[in-house]
């Protein structure tokens, strides 16, 4: 008897660890995200991360050798509700991480960093989706995603990286999704994100002061296949841009200016339960860290029928 896979199945969302200091983007997305679910849908998620980075470059051109890695993971709890004729699914996200061995050579023998772990700052959004005509080979999705990123995680004053942000976050996120027909989907995703001053910001360098940041931008798409009903392959390129920082107003050399390319899987193991992996390469960082290899894991599932 053939399975029943739906098209949830390309539900999925690339944990991004907040890291004090170190621009990222605040919302990286996979292949199909903005598939709407039925009404009724809950979805329990959890995800694990590695990232390994090996030097710096400033938004000024300069770079050094430098050392940081971190382990991380979220808890993400999704439900679809039907709003008048609109499908909306709010969630929250609560993540959790350790960053360690964390080194910059900017002085004979290196600047050690101190290491950070515990809770991240949780954030909470909802998709409300404009456009949704499901179909099996050319289904149209179009929707946009209001995020919140709430100050909670551990942040620990005088260090260059910290869990935690010790600052409110926004992004507002548009998301689309064509079918093309014979396996393949189309998404692509632009964002903006604002971002909140941290007023105690103090780190190794004997840098002190008030940490702000103009507002971020990136686009990501990707292109994704079905091999069969119950596996997937993905790959994505993604641009980051804007998003300088300042200590009371004097920039700091860090921004999101960056782009990667991501390859992904996806796999069901019943109809209700699906694993998923994504391998991340950055092409270019302007403005942060820079990452050798980064490598997302996903476990999710169905909690309940429709």
Same mark, same amino acid.
């Given at each position: 008897?053939?399975?029943?896979?739906?098209?949830?199945?390309?539900?999925?969302?690339?944990?991004?660890?907040?890291?004090?200091?170190?621009?990222?983007?605040?919302?990286?997305?996979?292949?199909?995200?903005?598939?709407?679910?039925?009404?009724?849908?809950?979805?329990?998620?959890?995800?694990?991360?590695?990232?390994?980075?090996?030097?710096?470059?400033?938004?000024?051109?300069?770079?050094?050798?430098?050392?940081?890695?971190?382990?991380?993971?979220?808890?993400?709890?999704?439900?679809?509700?039907?709003?008048?004729?609109?499908?909306?699914?709010?969630?929250?996200?609560?993540?959790?991480?350790?960053?360690?061995?964390?080194?910059?050579?900017?002085?004979?023998?290196?600047?050690?960093?101190?290491?950070?772990?515990?809770?991240?700052?949780?954030?909470?959004?909802?998709?409300?989706?404009?456009?949704?005509?499901?179909?099996?080979?050319?289904?149209?999705?179009?929707?946009?995603?209001?995020?919140?990123?709430?100050?909670?995680?551990?942040?620990?004053?005088?260090?260059?990286?910290?869990?935690?942000?010790?600052?409110?976050?926004?992004?507002?996120?548009?998301?689309?999704?064509? =079918? @093309?027909?014979?396996?393949?989907?189309?998404?692509? /995703?632009? !964002?903006?994100?604002?971002? *909140?001053?941290?007023? #105690? +910001?103090?780190?190794?360098?004997?840098?002190?002061?008030?940490?702000?940041?103009?507002?971020?931008?990136?686009?990501?798409?990707?292109?994704?296949?079905?091999?069969?009903?119950?596996?997937?392959?993905?790959? =994505? @390129?993604?641009?980051?841009?804007?998003?300088?920082? /300042?200590? !009371?107003?004097?920039?700091? *050399?860090?921004?999101? #200016? +960056?782009?990667?390319?991501?390859?992904?899987?996806?796999?069901?193991?019943?109809?209700?339960?699906?694993?998923?992996?994504?391998?991340?390469?950055?092409?270019?960082?302007?403005?942060?860290?820079?990452?050798?290899?980064?490598?997302?894991?996903?476990?999710?599932?169905?909690?309940?029928?429709?």
């Amino acid at each position: 008897m053939k399975k029943n896979y739906s098209l949830w199945a390309i539900l999925a969302f690339a944990l991004s660890v907040s890291i004090t200091c170190i621009a990222r983007a605040g919302v990286e997305v996979e292949a199909g995200d903005y598939i709407a679910l039925p009404p009724g849908s809950v979805i329990f998620a959890q995800y694990l991360q590695n990232v390994q980075r090996d030097g710096v470059r400033q938004t000024d051109g300069s770079s050094f050798d430098a050392s940081l890695n971190s382990v991380g993971g979220a808890t993400r709890v999704v439900h679809y509700w039907n709003i008048g004729s609109f499908v909306i699914n709010p969630q929250i996200v609560i993540p959790y991480a350790k960053i360690y061995d964390g080194s910059l050579e900017v002085v004979p023998g290196g600047l050690p960093l101190a290491s950070s772990s515990g809770l991240g700052d949780i954030s909470i959004g909802s998709t409300v989706w404009l456009v949704n005509r499901p179909s099996k080979d050319y289904g149209t999705y179009f929707g946009l995603t209001p995020w919140l990123w709430i100050p909670t995680g551990n942040y620990e004053e005088g260090q260059l990286v910290n869990v935690g942000e010790n600052r409110w976050k926004a992004d507002l996120q548009l998301g689309l999704e064509q =079918g @093309l027909g014979s396996g393949y989907n189309f998404s692509l /995703y632009a !964002d903006v994100q604002w971002f *909140g001053d941290n007023k #105690d +910001y103090k780190d190794e360098l004997g840098r002190s002061g008030s940490l702000s940041q103009s507002e971020s931008y990136q686009l990501q798409s990707f292109l994704s296949y079905h091999f069969n009903p119950a596996t997937i392959m993905a790959i =994505g @390129l993604a641009k980051y841009w804007k998003g300088k920082q /300042y200590i !009371d107003g004097v920039a700091n *050399g860090f921004a999101t #200016d +960056y782009s990667e390319l991501r390859i992904s899987a996806f796999h069901f193991l019943d109809k209700t339960t699906q694993m998923q992996i994504s391998i991340t390469r950055e092409l270019d960082q302007e403005g942060g860290f820079e990452r050798d290899l980064q490598v997302n894991f996903r476990f999710a599932k169905l909690l309940s029928t429709y």
